[in-house]
DNA sequence: ACTTCCGATCCTTGA
DNA sequence: TCAAGGATCGGAAGT
């Protein structure tokens, strides 16, 4: 099974979506489509998710005659989180807004209404594709965790150093420092805060934070 | 509405930022900029609201480098609402990188992390400019004079978790577990082979792997 | 982010 | 009961 994405997903969209967008969506394997008038967004990919598609046109045009107001609002009201998914180059169609009216849209959109915005690229199958994802990762989760370390050593001495530089403040040369001065990690474990203190860039700060991820 | 606006507005800066995007900042009449050491994000534009600003380049290579998970998620421990302003065009920096995995990442900002992302073509004006926006959003737009704080640290448990996956042969999922079973990281690095292996997913090739590497 | 790959681990079989 | 097989999981590397 390496497929990530035939994990069943349900898309509910609203009825007036277009047909060619539905039948693309009911292509990919694992997405069933549900049909409802919704009465705000253009679909649901998971609980209290929505998503409003609009194409780069509409999206200056309903910023400069003030629906998208109206619209995000009405869909907060509804949905714990409204994702926007504009279609082509925003840019592109820019030029009949003035600037300014454009970041302050989207400054709003982010900093008050904490819509997210992905922009998408005109074709078919790239709105699909990321509906299909947002689903996935609303129903499903991730799927996986992402390493936080990456990139390990696999040589003894870089590994000990690579392993305490995951240590509150301690970076490449104190975790050095600590190496030299007691040999191997399992000696820096069990010092006292004291004892740490004896090495070069340990204060009392790193100290404390040191032994408080330890345990 | 006469000017777009003198209301005066603070905004922090992390001391690493550019010299001639703060200057840029001063310039812009009422706003007031204050250099200090972040611990995560670039700028703070509002209580609890982080922005970090990227190069749409390194946003791509953040992503596959996996550097941008660590990022987001020291500043979601750190603030409530997180903004990534990203400079210059995506989809022109994106060549390098397996399209369905982009947007899996905006999906994943948007609707895992809820964190926004703002799309600022490249010049040093518009980055001023969406900050200066997103700080009188913040400041004036809802309530007053905010006090600029920032909220919660970050969380000893992923601290430990994130330290233990620098070991060999520890990812996320082992990491996690180790944790579940001995309650701490002294309690890991004080185990015997035989204790660790007690641990799912900890045989003998990775036992012993632990245990070289701790000395 | 996603995918592919590889190795270690675990589980079932069958002697 | 234990050894050998294959299925499975999780980590590492690459796009």
Redesign the interface.
């Known amino acids: 099974m390496a497929q990530t994405s035939e994990k069943p997903v349900t898309i509910i969209a609203d009825s007036n979506e277009p047909p060619a967008l539905l039948s693309r969506l009911r292509l990919i394997p694992g997405v069933h489509v549900e049909l409802r008038e919704l009465f705000a967004g253009d679909f649901i990919?998971?609980d209290g998710?929505a998503v409003e598609r609009k194409s780069a046109q509409d999206f200056v045009n309903s910023i400069m005659d003030r629906r998208l107001f109206a619209q995000v609002a009405k869909m907060k009201g509804e949905f714990e989180?409204v994702?926007l998914l504009v279609e082509g180059d925003?840019?592109k169609s820019a030029s009949d807004i003035a600037?300014?009216a454009l970041?302050?849209a989207?400054?709003?959109?982010?900093?008050?209404e904490?819509?997210?915005?992905?922009?998408?690229?005109g074709g078919l199958g790239?709105t699909a594709?990321?509906l299909h994802?947002?689903a996935i990762?609303?129903q499903h989760?991730?799927g996986y965790?992402?390493?936080?370390?990456?990139g390990?050593p696999?040589e003894?001495h870089t590994?000990?150093q690579?392993?305490?530089?995951?240590?509150?403040g301690v970076g490449p040369g104190l975790a050095r420092r600590l190496l030299a001065h007691f040999?191997?990690?399992?000696?820096v474990?069990?010092a006292s805060e004291k004892e740490l203190r004896e090495v070069d860039g340990v204060g009392p700060g790193t100290a404390k934070k040191i032994l408080?991820?330890?345990?």
Chains 1, 2 share one sequence.
Do not use: D, N, Q, Y
Not at 106 to 112: D, N
Not at 145 to 150: D, F, G, I, N, T
């Open positions: 990919v998971g998710v989180t994702v925003i840019s600037p300014v970041t302050g989207l400054s709003w959109l982010a900093v008050i904490k819509v997210s915005l992905i922009s998408a690229g790239e594709g990321a994802r947002m990762h609303c989760g991730l965790e992402v390493p936080l370390r990456a390990k696999k003894l590994a000990r690579f392993f305490l530089e995951g240590l509150p040999g191997t990690p399992s000696a474990f069990s408080e991820v330890l345990g």
